[in-house]
C-alpha cells in the first residue's frame, strides 16, 4: 500500500494519496488549499492515476481544491449529505470571524460529480476497499474513513482525532456531546495497531491515543459518560 500526501498551504491541513502501489490508480483525501501543484508532483512522481476524492467532512481548509482536482480528471468526490451543502456554499461550515478572514466571498466552486457517503458503507475504489464509519461532533458529516494497511489497519479521521487532541466543536454544525458519542462508538473500538492520519499534525496510533489523549482516557475510565 502506498500512503503519501502533502500539507496545504493554508491551517496545515493534510491531502493524502492513497493506492496499492505506483503507477496505479488512486484515492485523494482531503485536497485542500493550494495543494494543486504539490499534489500534481506527487501524481507524477508515482506515476498515479487519481481515481476518486475522498471528503472526512466539509470545512473549506479539506474541500477547497475539490472542484479542480475532480475537474480536471473527470472524477467523483465523495462526502457525507450532513456536510453536502458546504460543498455549495462552505460559509455555512465556517465561523463568522472565519467568514471575515477569507473576505466574506470565497474563491470557490462546487465539484460537478458529487456522491454521498453512508456510515458503515464499504467502497470499492481503485483497487482498495474503504469502509466509512460516520462519526459526527465536529460537522455534522464528519466521516472516518478506515482501509487495510500492508503491517496495520488504517483510520484516516479527518479532524475527529488527532495525536494528542479532537477536532473542536463550536463551529456550525459542531457538537461536543456528539463529539464524544463518536469517540466512544467510532474511535475507542478500533484496535490499537490501528494507525491514525488525521486531517492536521502528526500520524498517530488507537493504541498511543488510548493511552495519553486526555479526551480518549476520560471516555475510557467512564464509558458510560458523555464527558
Known sequence: MLVTGVEAQAFGTNCYVVAVGPGEQCLIVDPGIGVLDQLDELIAQHRLHPAAVLLTHGHLDHTFSVAPVCGARGITAYVHPADREMLAD??????????????????????????????????????????????????GGSVLFRLPGDDAPLCLSGDVLFAGSIGRTDLPGGSTDTMMTSLREKILPLGDETVVLPGHGPATTIGRERATNPYLRELSAAPGRGL
Do not use: C, N
Not at 472565519?98 to 456522491?115: H, K, M, S
Open 90 to 139: 462552505p460559509a455555512k461550515g465556517l465561523s463568522m470571524d472565519l467568514t471575515q478572514l477569507f473576505g466574506g466571498r470565497l474563491p470557490y466552486t462546487e465539484p460537478e460529480d458529487v456522491a454521498e457517503l453512508t456510515d458503515g458503507a464499504t467502497l470499492s475504489l481503485a483497487g482498495i476497499e474503504v469502509t466509512v464509519d460516520h462519526a459526527p461532533g465536529h460537522t
